[in-house]
């Protein structure tokens, strides 16, 4: 068995930085060194006092220690990692832009009041699990060992969880609306109309490359490939899933 350094050595990149940082970010708050209000999404600040660091910041606290804090880094440690370890191998630049544009896209429906919510962090580890859902939909998931289900339908059955436990249920709905936006534009409109939507900026290829981030694209589809590289379509080859 691995030891624990070796496990956190080993995960993606991306998923490894949000996962610490949403750790770092609890643990400050539980030792007094964080005010959460000073990170919170608050649009009156931003817009005027610009404290434009609430639009990043607010993404990085899941909540004080608990169990739902134990289960949404499980999440990441798992969902986000079996994407940026499977359909998002070797395009680090891709999977960075699903979360930059998960990340916007709630900030953009949290602008309505409705849905507004201090914290953002749940609605992204959500999205995950809804993208997740969709790339891997016949893996068998188990639910606390009582429930056995199709990953398919995991979003709503932890929805309808939060529910019968009293959690908020905006978060969980952010996360599933800016998902499905996602999936929409990446994968069901251009498997429907050949026409891609949404595609990766070429400065999020150039981030990750001037950091050296992630596993570099094999070196034989480099070249060639680089048109279809710089299209951002998330999902490819979609024919090879099997459960589990």
């Excluded at 993606?12 to 919170?40: E, F, R």
């Excluded at 880094?73 to 499977?86: D, F, K, N, S, T």
């Excluded at 994968?187 to 950091?211: D, Y």
């Amino acid at each position: 068995m691995s030891s624990p350094a070796e496990f956190y050595n080993s995960l993606p990149p991306i998923s490894k930085a949000y996962g610490t940082a949403c750790l770092v970010a609890t643990t400050a708050y539980q030792l007094g060194l964080l005010d959460v209000t000073h990170i919170a999404l608050i649009y009156p600040f931003v817009f005027k006092y610009f404290q434009v660091w609430r639009l990043i910041t607010n993404f990085f606290f899941l909540g004080k220690f608990s169990i739902n804090f134990g289960i949404r880094l499980l999440m990441i440690a798992r969902y986000g990692v079996q994407l940026e370890q499977g359909p998002f191998e070797r395009r680090t630049a891709d999977f960075l832009w699903m979360m930059i544009f998960g990340a916007l896209s709630l900030l953009v429906l949290s602008a309505i009041p409705i849905f507004w919510t201090p914290f953002l962090g749940i609605s992204l580890v959500f999205m995950l699990v809804y993208v997740w859902s969709r790339e891997f939909p016949n893996a068998q998931i188990s639910i606390y060992g009582l429930v056995q289900l199709k990953a398919f339908y995991l979003p709503w059955a932890m929805l309808a969880l939060d529910v019968i436990f009293g959690s908020p249920l905006v978060p969980d709905l952010l996360g599933i609306i800016a998902g499905h936006l996602y999936y929409f534009l990446t994968v069901l409109h251009p498997l429907a109309t050949g026409k891609v939507l949404l595609k990766t900026p070429m400065w999020v290829h150039k981030i990750v490359a001037r950091w050296r981030i992630g596993a570099p694209a094999p070196a034989s589809r480099r070249t060639a490939a680089e048109p279809e590289r710089s299209t951002g379509v998330a999902f490819r080859g979609r024919s090879y899933r099997l459960n589990g």
